[in-house]
T-cell receptor
Framework: NAGVMQNPRHLVRRRGQEARLRCSPMKGHSHVYWYRQLPEEGLKFMVYLQKENIIDESGMPKERFSAEFPKEGPSILRIQQVVRGDSAAYFC??????????????FGQGTRLTVV | AQKVTQAQTEISVVEKEDVTLDCVYETRDTTYYLFWYKQPPSGELVFLIRRNSFDEQNEISGRYSWNFQKSTSSFNFTITASQVVDSAVYFCALRFTGNQFYFGTGTSLTVIP
């Protein structure tokens, strides 16, 4: 049973380009979270999705960032017109269901985005 | 406001020493869960433990133990007889809704052989 798979592991983009980060949740999991980890900081919540539905995007920047979790395929975090400040590690986590506080989330290995 | 504080940014211990990682949290909710995750140098986050707000019983799992004290809003993590493989960043997290985890800034533990 594979864990949460994120790709690519490392991504380099020039300022102004688009970055697409992919996350395949664990088998049987229908809920996905995206977190951002800036250097020397903890993980900051970005967005929480269920298949074909955004549940909570309160942590997403208002511009340039978007996320989706289609019925088929991985969840995608898209960053348009990247800037140097977007350089960070982006983690995806999945859980089997929502609304259950005690359910732990299983994290992927992260995608390290570097904007040059 | 919900907040998790891990005041220890970095800790270094010599192998076989015991070490305690502190976690203090703030929430107005009466129902919540606390978690610890480990982030080894490879980068992934590994789930270690969860504790709900109504269960203050301490837990031991091998060399790991956790002390939850609601009166002081703390959920501390102790590693007994530390090993080099314990070197990692450890995150404490709070969850009070189904939507998100609130993470502390992490404690980087280095175990020196």
């Amino acid at each position: 049973n594979a864990g949460v798979m994120q790709n690519p592991r490392h991504l380099v983009r020039r300022r102004g380009q688009e970055a697409r980060l992919r996350c395949s949740p664990m088998k049987g999991h229908s809920h996905v979270y995206w977190y951002r980890q800036l250097p020397e900081e903890g993980l900051k919540f970005m967005v929480y999705l269920q298949k074909e539905n955004i549940i909570d995007e309160s942590g997403m920047p208002k511009e340039r960032f978007s996320a989706e979790f289609p019925k088929e395929g991985p969840s995608i975090l898209r960053i348009q017109q990247v800037v140097r400040g977007d350089s960070a590690a982006y983690f995806c986590a999945s859980s089997p269901r929502s609304g259950t506080l005690g359910t732990e989330a299983f994290f992927g290995q992260g995608t390290r985005l570097t904007v040059v | 406001a919900q907040k998790v504080t891990q005041a220890q940014t970095e800790i270094s211990v010599v192998e076989k020493e015991d070490v305690t990682l502190d976690c203090v949290y703030e929430t107005r909710d009466t129902t919540y869960y606390l978690f610890w995750y480990k982030q080894p140098p490879s980068g992934e986050l590994v789930f270690l433990i969860r504790r709900n707000s109504f269960d203050e019983q301490n837990e031991i799992s091998g060399r790991y133990s956790w002390n939850f004290q609601k009166s002081t809003s703390s959920f501390n993590f102790t590693i007994t007889a530390s090993q080099v493989v314990d070197s990692a960043v450890y995150f404490c997290a709070l969850r009070f809704t189904g939507n998100q985890f609130y993470f502390g800034t992490g404690t980087s533990l280095t175990v020196i052989p």
